[in-house]
């Protein structure tokens, strides 16, 4: 065939068109892909911050539920008896141990989206080349830091504690250390597996994290102070212990004292106990809200007679308890999370008087009982100072440890947790009327919650907790 | 160096050769049966791309190669003729057929290539100018197709508000519906290409958070039917692969009209007309109103003199829907102006279109124009213009969603002012909304583009397109503070504007020829590359401290948003035709296609088809037979796609938002999860059909078809362990098969007295062959679900038995048979059973045109069984919601004392909310009475004496209404009634259209 002019022409149009391969490249502009959101440091770290922000993003986690779930069930706060069904529908179920459909609480999915981003970030510090190996050592510190907290509150969330099994060896959670595809139906692993992975990461991280004084981000105090956490749950009692000993010993960290107390729960938590902070730059789902110190506002969740009897008139703490009345009634709330004009309450996750009550309950289980008893003097002497010294042992050393822990870190997200650990049973005698359910006998397995209903039928091989 | 001269010596033998071909010269003119000139006439060399078009005067002129003498005559609405001219004088008459049967004739293909019906291997319908009865006051042209070609559904999702876009399906269902309201599937509608260009798809992919609260237009709207030449719809894949990627949903091709030859031509038409409501819902007066929610409020435990207080007087009564309806007017007027030369034509037109609908605050106008220019600059080389913009302004308040208020309260206060206290403290009032409110539409769309044609040579044709289209539109609304829309906020603006920018490019080469006399064979090769730029952009703002202020920056708290989106894609095409002496044909095509909307490996996706036909009237032993004048089987398979899901569907996204900063840095976030495995749908079409002419007067065609869609793409639930509750996952297989039948009769055909009768049926069957997740995924907000064996547009619900005579509960039944009060119960995956479907099985129309002397008169219907429709529950709430809505009269047969067998429950403020149930599910089987249009044409000795060409005057009816075969009583409301929200019109107009 002869071939003319304009076939050339055409074919030569066609060959520089094509060869733009380019012009088939569309970034979308209004959002960036995952490859160029982790391709470089400045971005790995606004990818960071993006995941300490997901822990908060959504009531579902930091924002709220890790601070009164706890609590609601383990007997601190009670729901405000005349909140209408609409309002009271989120905490009714949680509160009566009643899971009436396994409905649609997202805890579960909100909590894997922000494992997720972390996961990104983990994944993608090999590929970083714009920045000193320092610099990245410190994203991967922190994102290594946030990966073993949430796989630490799955475990406590939806798994039964370390010590439900002598081994452990009971089902866990399904541990993440990168982002599964769509269709990928992964399988739990063992509370053993879990928790190894939560130690493995926090231990990596102490060794990358820098040495800074910042509050609200992991560094490398508030790592050791996580993980001496993770070791009490684990019942590793010495090395508990001694990690409570670094944080305790550590210059940048001191408990207030007894007359600044009220002042630490300011959102700013002036004075060096706060340890780790969350901060949270919304002005939704906060937790004055919830606690009822906005002005005008009713309170959704009310402190319990169960808990406020437990304070001494002396004990500085009993003045975050406060009664104010309203058009529907007196209410007890509690000022831990006063209301802040501009902003959400900032979360905190780790505060050192924890610490001191990690150590005294770790040096009494190894039977060290004067430093056990140390310990417990000083938190119970700082919140009251006129307190008597007290001298006590064995099982009644480890009680009143317990009562100390309920006292000082009420509301801040600890109860039911400690009480499933401690094999203690739940007993709720100011509780909400017409709930069936006020008390549980330990073992139930209600103390930990469900997976929720299109978890399992998103996931076949998601096994349900045993009883749901 | 070498090549150029090589090329230049090349080019002086083509030459050289191609003028030693021209020796014989033919010319000749063309007329119509009854002598008139025809101009337009399409004239070629068989089996080559040589040719011209006759003048005004009929009269064309052509030079013949030395070794090819045959003509081939074709003009559409005429039978397609060849003539050997070898032995002919040097001028001609050539006397065209008219068409009766559209089984001949020529129809548009692919890539603008026209072809004889009788060549056709594939499945396609077209429909001319003339058949589509553009008198018809519809704002948009595909409303024009309902019930005209077989297998093609057209569904007014508005009901009676102009100006949204129109469902259009070809074949059933081609993608799968999205398991919930917010979630993506790809696009369901055909693609539209008009003068070679594709338009907006404003309906593809998901919605921006930008943009949430725009009410989204029809950009085909902008189109004047009065300047569509014709409309083809490419069912098959022999006929739609070349499309390629976006043909899944079959493809329409719009032609305009292009300049014609000889004087200036005038055209004008004016018409008018008045719309009234049909079958709007019959609700309760106030003394019902009254009765019923005091009994709903003794039921619910309170007093007598509770009930009483609370349910108010029937003093007062206010028939909402009534106070809002209006009988609304509509003027259409069209002009168009054509003449030229033979080296330049052109066709200017203008339209004017101001289509009130039957609620006030709701209308739809549109101004346009259209330009055609067509230079000939000689024998090898032309050049065509075709483009036009239209203006539209609508307006939006009045759109029937907050109408049913209770009956018993009074729209205005003693003073005369509007009723804005106690009721209507935290719900809007109607007329105060539609008095204080905004709501309305700016847009501005033009379509255009240029093509070019050069024959280097008989054989072979070169053409370029370069096509641009555009649509704007900003959406206004304003909720005044002065009633409860706004008053929360303080009056609240939003202003959205939508941008959609597309340029396409095409290359196509044309070789065509024949061998021996009897091989004819066609080739096609294309080149495309297109490029789509969408941009959004919202301003809101609330608090305004003066009413009438309407700007943002007046206002306390603003609020901006943009979002931007690209797609490009290039395209490679071909197609290869042989026949046999027009007996026996085959035509292959391919597409390959190169999309950014999939990243990573897939991006490249190749389709391709074969299509059969057998000419049998072609064979002696058929030929023979006298009364068969037409006898095809055609038969074919190919593939095509469906990349309209929205851009990068298959990425993982981060979004950078402020919400996911932290401690003052900027933070980014997963927002969208990757799916690297994401790939196309393929849409596998197989057709068989028969195409069957008879008498001289009849026309027939079946069809089978068998569409097999794999890997369609759906938004569902995956593993929470993903960080996400749903994403983007080839989720199911299923197939579309049915038969499509057309018949065309010519019932009577005198000097008088003409009668045409054109049927239509079609039959669909859908069907789920494979689900690549879960054995059912199942939304029970939506109550759509993926079920093997099953429809996918089947409804899932509660299946509801009834009342219970002793207790007035409603029932339902569970999946073991027994009975259940509770819907929530019933509504559970384990129970819930197939309710209906949305799919219609059996569907068509039936027009007829019927001539008598200067009369003519044509009627259009269309019908549909086998879908069901799934009503909005608010109007029978059975007490649950009568203390603000009004109900319907249905509730008035509600259970009231045991004993009573009754379909309505006891009225409670305590019952259950629920929807998706049989109780709310209506057949919806229709016939409908499309278009009822008679026309008088004055004789032509009289025009002509006031110096005109022609001159008609019309009368119209459309939509007159509906025939529905459920059982409802005359004095209650059933599927007419509670079919939409805002109900449909029917439409009287009179108009008039002069030529000169």
């Known amino acids: 065939m002869k071939v003319r002019f304009p076939n050339i022409l055409l074919i030569s149009l066609i060959l520089i068109i094509a060869s733009c391969e380019d012009f088939l490249d569309q970034e979308p502009r209004s959002e960036i892909s995952k490859e160029e959101a982790l391709d470089d440091f400045l971005s790995l770290s606004f990818a960071l911050n993006g995941a300490y922000n997901g822990l908060v993003l959504s009531s579902l986690y930091y924002a709220e539920f890790m601070m009164y779930y706890p609590d609601i069930t383990g007997g601190n706060l009670k729901i405000r008896q005349d909140l209408s069904e609409n309002a009271g529908e989120p905490f009714r179920e949680l509160y009566n141990f009643q899971v009436a459909e396994l409905s649609d609480r997202d805890n579960y999915e909100e909590m894997y989206e922000v494992l997720n981003s972390v996961n990104n970030v983990i994944n993608a510090v090999p590929n970083i080349i714009d920045a000193s190996q320092e610099e990245v050592d410190g994203v991967l510190g922190e994102a290594l830091a946030l990966r073993a907290l949430i796989h630490f509150d799955l475990l406590r969330v939806f798994a039964q504690p370390y010590n439900y099994t002598s081994d452990a060896s009971h089902p866990g959670i399904i541990v993440l250390t990168e982002s599964p595809d769509p269709d990928e139906e992964l399988t739990r692993s063992s509370v053993a597996d879990g928790y190894n992975q939560v130690v493995r990461d926090l231990e990596d991280a102490i060794s990358l994290l820098p040495n800074t004084n910042i509050r609200a981000r992991f560094n490398q105090l508030s790592a050791k102070a996580l993980l001496s956490r993770v070791f009490l749950y684990m019942e590793e009692w010495s090395r508990t212990a001694s990690l409570a000993n670094e944080v305790i010993n550590d210059s940048r960290t001191a408990l207030v004292d007894s007359s600044s107390y009220v002042m630490i729960w300011d959102n700013n938590y002036l004075g060096n106990e706060i340890i780790l902070k969350i901060l949270n730059n919304s002005n939704q789902n906060t937790l004055s809200d919830l606690f009822g110190t906005v002005p005008g506002e009713v309170p959704i969740l009310t402190v319990t007679t169960d808990y406020e009897n437990l304070l001494t008139d002396s004990d500085v703490r009993s003045r975050l308890i406060q009664e104010q009345s309203y058009d529907e009634g007196t209410y007890r709330i509690t000022t831990k999370y006063p209301y802040q004009n501009l902003s959400a309450n900032a979360v905190p996750v780790l505060r050192l008087s924890e610490i001191y009550l990690n150590r005294a309950e770790a040096y009494a289980e190894l039977n060290r009982e004067e430093l056990a008893l140390a310990d417990l003097n000083t938190i119970i002497q700082r919140a009251d100072p006129s307190a008597e010294e007290l001298i006590l042992s064995g099982q009644d050393l480890l009680n009143r440890i317990f009562e100390e822990r309920r006292k000082e870190l009420a509301f801040e997200g600890h109860l039911l947790f400690d009480l499933n650990r401690n094999k203690r049973d739940v007993i709720r005698s100011d509780c909400n009327p017409g709930v069936i359910n006020c008390n549980l006998a330990y073992p139930d397995y209600r103390y930990i919650q469900p997976f929720p209903l299109g978890a399992i039928s998103g996931n076949r091989n998601l096994v349900q907790n045993e009883g749901y | ?996």
Not at chain 2, 74 to 85: A, H, L, P, R, T
Not at chain 2, 633 to 639: H, K
């Open chain 2, 1 to 996: 160096m070498a090549k150029v001269a090589a090329l230049f010596t090349i080019l002086f033998f083509y030459h050289t050769a191609s003028a030693q071909d021209e020796l014989f010269k033919v010319t000749g003119q063309v007329v119509d049966p009854s002598g008139i000139p025809l101009p337009g006439v399409n004239i070629l060399v068989k089996g080559t791309n040589l040719g011209t078009i006759s003048n005004a005067d009929g009269n064309f002129g052509l030079a013949l190669p030395a070794n090819n003498r045959i003509l081939i005559f074709s003009f559409i609405g005429y039978k397609k003729q060849e003539m050997d001219v070898s032995s002919a004088s040097t001028s001609l008459t050539v006397t065209m057929e008219e068409d009766v049967q559209t089984l001949e004739g020529v129809v548009i293909t692919g890539y603008n290539v026209e072809k004889n019906r009788t060549e056709i291997v594939g499945s396609l319908d077209q429909i001319s100018s003339e058949e589509l009865v553009v008198e018809r006051p519809e704002e948009s042209f595909e409303k024009l197709l309902a019930g005209r070609i077989a297998g093609v559904t057209i569904s007014n999702t508005g009901g009676g508000e102009a100006g949204l876009p129109v469902s259009v399906r070809i074949r059933g269902q081609g993608t799968l519906p999205s398991l919930g309201t917010s979630r993506r599937s790809s696009s369901s509608e055909p693609l539209y290409i008009l003068d070679g260009v594709p338009l907006y798809d404003i309906t593809e992919g998901v919605g921006s958070n930008v943009t949430a609260r725009e009410q989204r237009l029809n950009p085909l709207a902008s189109l004047n039917p009065s300047d569509i030449e014709s409309i083809t719809v490419l069912k098959d894949a022999s006929a739609s692969a070349i499309y390629g990627a976006n043909a899944a949903n079959g493809v329409i091709l719009i032609t305009t009209k292009d300049g014609r030859t000889g004087g200036l031509k005038v055209e004008a038409r004016v018409a008018h007309g008045l719309s009234e409501a049909i079958n709007n819902v019959k609700l309760l007066n106030s003394e019902q109103y009254v009765e019923l929610y005091r009994e709903t409020l003794l039921n619910s435990g309170f007093t007598e003199e509770e009930a009483i207080e609370r349910a108010g007087s029937a003093e007062v009564y206010t028939d909402w829907e009534n106070i809002t309806i209006r009988t609304a007017q509509n003027t259409n007027a069209n002009l168009s102006l054509s003449g030229g030369s033979e080296s330049v034509r052109m066709r200017l037109s203008m339209n004017y279109l101001d289509n009130e609908t039957i609620s006030e605050g709701n209308s739809f106008m549109k101004m346009g124009s259209r330009t055609a220019l067509n230079f000939n600059f000689s024998e090898k080389f032309k050049a065509d213009f075709n483009g036009g913009f239209t203006l539209v302004r609508k307006e939006s308040l009045g759109g029937f969603f907050d109408q049913n208020f209770p009956p018993n309260i009074s729209p205005y206060n003693a003073d005369g002012s509007f009723n804005n206290s106690g009721f209507f403290e935290t719900r809007p009032n109607p007329l105060a909304t539609l008095e204080q409110n905004d709501n309305n539409h700016k847009s501005f769309a033009t379509t255009n583009s240029v093509r070019l044609s050069y024959k280097p040579a008989a054989s072979i044709q070169l053409r370029g397109l370069i096509g641009l289209d555009y649509y704007q539109n900003r959406h206004t609304i304003f909720l005044s503070g002065l009633n409860a829309s706004g008053r929360n906020f303080g009056g609240r603006l939003s202003i959205l504007d939508r941008q959609n920018f597309k340029w396409i490019t095409n290359l196509t080469a044309r070789w065509g020829t024949t061998l021996r006399n009897n091989h004819n064979l066609s080739a096609l090769a294309g080149f495309e590359a297109q490029e789509q730029v969408t941009d959004l952009i919202r301003g809101s703002a609330s608090g305004f401290p003066y009413d009438d202020l309407r700007i943002l920056q007046v206002a306390e708290n603003r609020e901006s948003y943009s979002d931007n989106e690209v797609v490009t894609s290039i395209s490679y095409f071909g197609e290869l035709s042989y026949d046999f002496k027009q007996k026996f044909f085959i035509s292959l095509n391919t597409r390959n296609d190169a999309s950014s909307v999939f990243g990573g490996d897939v991006r490249r996706a190749f389709f391709a088809s074969a299509g059969l036909s057998y000419n049998f009237h072609e064979e002696e032993f058929i030929k023979n037979i006298s009364w068969i004048d037409l006898f095809k089987l055609r038969t074919s398979y190919g593939s095509t796609g469906n990349s309209r899901i929205g851009s990068y569907a298959a990425r993982g996204l981060y979004g950078i938002d402020e919400r996911f900063s932290y401690n003052g840095d900027p933070g980014i976030y997963p927002t969208t999860p990757a799916n690297p495995d994401l790939t196309w749908e393929r849409n596998l079409k197989f057709n068989t059909g028969l195409d069957i002419g008879l008498f001289d007067r009849m026309g027939l065609v079946i069809e089978y078809y068998r569409n097999d869609i794999k890997d369609a793409i759906a938004q569902i639930d995956v593993p929470y362990e993903s960080g996400f509750t749903s994403g983007d996952v080839n989720a199911a297989d299923f197939r579309n098969q049915g038969i499509e039948l057309t018949l065309s009769y010519d019932i009577r055909r005198g000097e008088n007295f003409n009668w045409t009768a054109d049927f239509n049926l079609a039959t669909n069957r859908n069907e789920i062959t494979a689900v690549k997740l879960k054995q059912f995924d199942f939304n029970p907000n939506t109550g759509t679900g993926y079920r093997i064996g099953e429809d996918v547009r089947n409804i899932y619900g509660a299946f509801y038995t009834g009342v219970d005579p002793e207790t007035g509960v409603a029932l339902f039944l569970l999946n073991d048979g027994s009975l259940d009060s509770l819907y929530r119960v019933a509504n559970d995956p384990e129970h819930i059973r197939r309710i209906g479907t949305t799919n219609p099985t059996l569907f068509g129309g039936f027009t007829n045109t019927l001539i008598y002397k200067n009369w003519q008169l044509s009627i259009i219907t269309s019908y549909s069984f086998g879908a069901d429709v799934l009503v909005s529950n608010f109007y029978e709430t059975d007490g649950r919601q009568i203390s603000f809505l009004n109900q319907s009269v249905n509730q008035l047969d509600r259970w009231q004392n045991p004993g009573d067998i009754t379909n309505t429950p006891r009225l409670s403020l305590e019952n259950e909310p629920y929807r998706l149930t049989n109780r709310y599910l209506y057949d919806d089987d229709f016939i409908r009475f499309e278009n009822i249009l008679l026309s008088y044409s004055f004789s032509n000795q009289l025009i002509r004496r006031i110096g005109l060409d022609k001159a008609n005057v019309f009368i119209q009816c459309t939509n007159l209404g509906y025939i529905y075969f459920d059982d409802t009583p005359k004095d209650r409301n059933g599927v007419a009634e509670y079919k939409n929200r805002f109900p449909e019109s029917r439409t009287f107009t009179a108009g008039i259209t002069i030529g000169f």
